[in-house]
């Protein structure tokens, strides 16, 4: 119904406007007397559009709402992601410090047990000098153990090194025939101790999946290099290949993702059976200084 202002110049209209019974706000429209009357079509009309109003409104709150959930997601990602990387940089340190105390301390101490034993072997006679050599036959074998084990840890030569190094070792250590190409020079930049010792690990969990799957008459190669806004690597294989969709959850894959997610980095896995298989990933990271490259 029309209302007139109190010197019954002006006619006014009232819409709300709603959204599921929700009162959103109110519509009004005024004319004055030199204006023509309002019309049944006029306040349908108004009607209509107060409704239009309402949903638009509506959808504005929701989308609101829904950009706020957005960003929520992307600070609690942010925080997940910063917590996995604390996390795994911090087991990588304490493999580093494993490897110092074990190549600080108990090698050192079997270094120097094998060498009295030998000065010992060779003031001895007879039986007393058979068990020494044995004793000493024995400590050399442990020391051995000792040093692969701390290798496995955390090599030293990617510590000193850097990745094209301590792959290279790597390679020779492999069941199967194995190629490492590292960067253009020979070699790639050093990156800082999580980023190689991330690519490094995976490779290498690839590379002990190949030896144990890809058959004895397979070779691999391993590429690392540096890629625009950071690091790649590929391992590749020529052997019996398998189904990805079989074993995408296996746990040395879930492992690989998991270091290069935890830095912000992706895993890709190609394979078929018959046809070999390829394990590469990216990590974007910021490289240091360069190395040099080897002779």
Do not use: W
Request: proline letters at 5%; a negative charge.
């Amino acid at each position: 119904m029309p209302t007139s202002s109190a010197n019954a110049r002006r006619s006014v209209r009232v819409a709300s406007v709603t959204h599921l019974g929700r009162l959103l706000g109110l519509l009004v429209v005024v004319r004055t007397a030199d204006d023509r009357p309002f019309s049944d079509d006029d306040d349908r009309v108004l009607a209509d559009l107060a409704r239009q109003v309402g949903l638009a409104l509506h959808n504005v709150r929701l989308d609101s709402a829904l950009q706020a959930s957005l960003e929520e997601l992307r600070r609690r990602n942010a925080e997940l992601q910063a917590s996995r990387a604390r996390i795994v940089s911090a087991a990588d340190a304490s493999r580093r410090q494993i490897e110092r105390n074990l190549h600080d301390g108990a090698q050192q101490r079997l270094v120097a047990l094998a060498v009295k034993l030998g000065l010992a072997r060779r003031l001895a006679t007879g039986d007393a000098a058979g068990l020494l050599e044995e004793l000493r036959t024995d400590v050399q074998e442990t020391l051995t153990e000792l040093r692969e084990l701390a290798h496995g840890i955390y090599p030293p030569l990617l510590r000193e090194h850097g990745l094209g190094e301590a792959l290279r070792n790597a390679a020779g250590r492999a069941t199967i025939p194995v190629r490492v190409e590292a960067g253009d020079a020979g070699d790639v930049p050093r990156y800082p101790p999580e980023a190689e010792a991330a690519v490094y690990f995976c490779c290498l969990e690839a590379l002990q999946n190949a030896g144990k799957h890809a058959g004895p008459d397979a070779t691999v190669t391993v590429r690392i290099g540096a890629a625009e806004g950071g690091l790649e690597f590929e391992v590749a294989d020529d052997g019996a290949g398998f189904d990805p969709a079989a074993t995408a959850e296996s746990h040395g894959f879930v492992n690989m993702r998991d270091r290069l997610g935890a830095f912000g980095g992706e895993l890709t896995i190609t394979s078929a059976p018959g046809a070999g298989t390829v394990v590469a990933g990216t990590l974007p990271v910021v490289a240091l200084t360069p190395v040099r490259s080897h002779p």
